[in-house]
Structures are given as C-alpha cells and as structure tokens.
C-alpha cells in the first residue's frame, strides 16, 4: 500500500507534456494537409473505381468464356483457366 502511495506521489510531479504554443501551430500547415488529404481520399476513390471496374470486366470477359463462379466445381482450376486461354485474360496474373 505505501509502495502504491509513494507512486502516485511520485508520477503526480512529472510533468505530463508541454503544451503547444501558437508559433508551433502556426509553423505547420494545417490547411495544406487536409486539402493533401482530401487529395489523397479521391484519388484512391478513383484508383478503387478503376480497379473495380478491370476487375468486373476481366469477370464479365471469363464469364463469356464459359467460367461459372458460383458453380461449385471440384475441376475448379482446371475451368478456370480454360476460360482465362479462351477469353484472353489473366495470363499476366500468373506470371
């Protein structure tokens, strides 16, 4: 009980953090980082979109091709990449 005592008192007369003053706020540029950071969010916004959109292209080409993926196929591979040959697609994926 005393050792706990003795560590509260002790830890009661660091210092926690010195606190900002206003030239340290003002040396940053706040509004130039959330307008990075807003730059940054659409940017991966469209990056998603593109992404998004290969992909269901890529499915939609397989698709055509004969692949069936909600098809529970136990040659699963085996069509997979027979649709990938006939279709045209995802050779550069397995290299």
Do not use: F
Not at 7 to 30: E, H, K, N, T, Y
Not at 36 to 58: G, I, V
Request: hydrophobic share 40%; proline share 5%; glycine share 8%.
């Amino acid at each position: 009980m005393l050792g706990v005592s003795v560590g509260a008192l002790v830890a009661g007369s660091i210092p926690l953090a010195a606190a900002q003053d206003a030239s340290d706020v003002s040396a940053s540029p706040a509004g130039k980082t959330t307008n990075t950071a807003k730059t940054t969010k659409a940017e991966r916004k469209a990056a998603h979109k593109q992404a998004r959109a290969k992909n269901t292209a890529e499915l939609k080409k397989l698709e055509d091709a004969g692949y069936q993926p909600a098809q529970n196929d136990p040659t699963y591979p085996a069509k997979l990449q027979q649709a990938e040959k006939k279709a045209g697609v995802g050779a550069a994926a397995s290299q």
